[in-house]
């Protein structure tokens, strides 16, 4: 069975991105990166670019979804999407495991408190595709 990907909103031809509000959610990814001292946005100089030309290719509810204390996220969609490109490559994916941990407190006596809930995501290194092994998993 063959798969090729048809026209939807990641293969739609670029268009400009619109903001809500007159907020543009590219300049906070940008300057976050510049802050954490984000290696590709320090020294490539055509950086800048490609992180509007990625926003650009998206719908703009993306930029409802980028979480700001989490900005790699949008480079790691990037090079997934870059990725993906190549059909011999697929799938593409990464794995993040999160732990969800509730605990109830002696102090809980109400039914309708189920106590303090954590989330707490795990960045160990698990399977994924990358661009070096040429659609090979392997360990990143």
Do not use: W
Not at 51 to 56: G, I, T, V
Not at 69 to 80: A, G, I, P, W, Y
Not at 83 to 107: C, G, Q, W
């Amino acid at each position: 069975m063959d798969l090729t990907e048809g026209v939807g909103e990641s293969s739609s031809p670029p268009r400009s991105f619109v903001s809500f509000g007159n907020y543009d959610v590219r300049n906070d990814v940008y300057n976050r990166l510049l802050e954490s001292r984000n290696e590709d946005a320090l020294t490539q100089p055509d950086f800048r670019e490609q992180l509007d030309a990625h926003f650009n290719r998206l719908p703009a509810s993306y930029g409802l979804d980028v979480n700001l204390d989490r900005v790699e996220d949008v480079l790691l969609h990037q090079k997934l999407l870059a990725l993906a490109k190549d059909p011999e490559k697929r799938p593409v994916y990464h794995i993040r495991f999160m732990e969800n941990t509730s605990t109830k407190t002696d102090d809980d006596d109400d039914d309708d408190n189920d106590g303090q809930q954590v989330t707490s995501i795990v960045s160990t290194p698990r399977l994924s595709c990358d661009e070096a092994n040429e659609g090979a998993a392997s360990v990143t």
